[in-house]
């Protein structure tokens, strides 16, 4: 009988990135401030009062590594992404905004005003569009200097959208269904007072996405 060596497989140790992001919370009930560290822009916890909140930005960054195991003596093609695979890919740009906010302030001197703006600030009050302190504009300018950035990460699954993206639906939303009851009031004037009961209803799923709710 004749004894037929086996080759050896050896395991040998490689990197592959796991998406991670930034996110960044503020929160609206005691306005504590931080960032965490997540696979995704998901809620947190807000460290001082508990409050469930959704993060305002969340920024992809560089993930941890984790040891994959493949075989040492696999041909070197298994290793290689076969040509007109499609795989996924999270591509993202920035442009360098300048973020210009101004308030109504009444004070006795420029000074005095801008310490109050400056307080509100500080406070995270300054965009609560209050009778003391009204909003007067809040808007994101191009700086101009035509930095724009470009990145491609590769991933194994697309994320699910992050706040900012959900935010926008739901104020899409909101314009929805605000156009809607004036169509329907008009309408409804127009047959004498009279609101079909089917104009309001088809209002409902907008509503309920625009407020983050999945059912009445």
């Known amino acids: 009988?004749?004894?037929?060596?086996?080759?050896?497989?050896?395991?040998?140790?490689?990197?592959?990135?796991?998406?991670?992001?930034?996110?960044?919370?503020?929160?609206?009930?005691?306005?504590?401030?931080?960032?965490?560290?997540?696979?995704?822009?998901?809620?947190?916890?807000?460290?001082d009062c508990n409050k469930e909140i959704e993060p305002y930005e969340s920024a992809l960054i560089a993930g941890e590594s984790a040891e994959t195991e493949l075989p040492g003596e696999?041909?070197?093609?298994?290793?290689?992404?076969?040509?007109?695979?499609?795989?996924?890919?999270?591509?993202?740009?920035?442009?360098?905004?300048?973020?210009?906010?101004?308030?109504?302030?009444?004070?006795?001197?420029?000074?005095?005003?801008?310490?109050?703006?400056?307080?509100?600030?500080?406070?995270?009050?300054?965009?609560?569009?209050?009778?003391?302190?009204?909003l007067l504009s809040d808007e994101y300018l191009e700086s101009g200097d035509e930095s724009l950035v470009w990145e491609c990460v590769a991933v194994a699954l697309l994320p699910e959208p992050d706040y900012s993206v959900r935010q926008l639906k739901k104020e899409q939303a909101a314009m929805q269904?605000?156009?809607?009851?004036?169509?329907?009031?008009?309408?409804?004037?127009?047959?004498g007072g009279s609101i079909d009961w089917e104009d309001l209803v088809q209002l409902i799923p907008l509503a309920l996405q625009a407020l983050g709710k999945s059912a009445l």
């Open 74 to 134: 696999e041909p070197a093609s298994t290793n290689v992404t076969a040509a007109g695979v499609n795989r996924f890919f999270v591509v993202s740009y920035e442009i360098d905004y300048v973020h210009r906010v101004s308030v109504g302030i009444t004070a006795d001197s420029p000074e005095s005003a801008q310490q109050i703006a400056e307080q509100a600030f500080n406070d995270a009050t300054i965009w609560d569009d209050t009778a003391a302190i009204p």
């Open 1 to 47: 009988m004749t004894l037929i060596a086996q080759p050896g497989v050896s395991v040998i140790p490689t990197e592959t990135c796991t998406v991670r992001y930034l996110n960044q919370y503020r929160c609206p009930y005691c306005q504590t401030e931080w960032e965490d560290e997540w696979d995704c822009g998901c809620n947190d916890r807000c460290p």
């Open 177 to 191: 269904v605000c156009r809607g009851l004036v169509e329907a009031y008009q309408q409804g004037e127009a047959n």
